[in-house]
């Protein structure tokens, strides 16, 4: 079972842009999928979380409005749109696939996790 994530760079501020993460080895259509980040010299925090079933979402306070996180259960991705970037948002972003249905933020209800891309957004 892989997570690949894509789609980091660097970007200006006020600027966009869509992660990625392809599932492969299993479908995840039923389970929780997640995006944490992790800043330089910080502890990764969670960033958004969509559930397997009704498709609800929830988000950090600091992302909230500004990032959408999305899933197309066809192709075993599920996308983080990132929008009005600001510096504060530069970090490594990893998806991750859940062992629940059900949205959570806990880092310990993710089982399997990409290897993260890395967005900067330069101020």
């Known amino acids: 079972v892989q997570l690949q994530a894509s789609g980091g760079g660097l970007v200006q501020a006020g600027g966009s842009l869509r992660l990625s993460c392809a599932a492969s080895?299993?479908?995840?259509?039923?389970?929780?999928m997640g995006w944490f980040r992790q800043a330089p010299g910080k502890e990764r925090e969670f960033v958004a979380t969509?559930?397997?079933?009704?498709?609800?979402?929830y988000y950090a306070a600091s992302v909230k409005g500004r990032f959408t996180i999305s899933r197309d259960n066809a192709k075993n991705t599920v996308y983080l749109q990132m929008n009005s970037l600001k510096p504060e948002d530069t970090a490594v972003y990893y998806c991750?696939?859940?062992?629940?249905?059900?949205?959570?933020?806990?880092?310990?209800?993710?089982?399997?996790w990409g290897q993260g891309t890395q967005v900067t957004v330069s101020s």
């Open positions: 991750a696939a859940a062992s629940r249905s059900i949205t959570t933020t806990r880092m310990i209800d993710y089982d399997y």
């Open positions: 080895g299993r479908t995840f259509s039923g389970n929780a």
């Open positions: 969509i559930s397997g079933t009704d498709v609800r979402t």
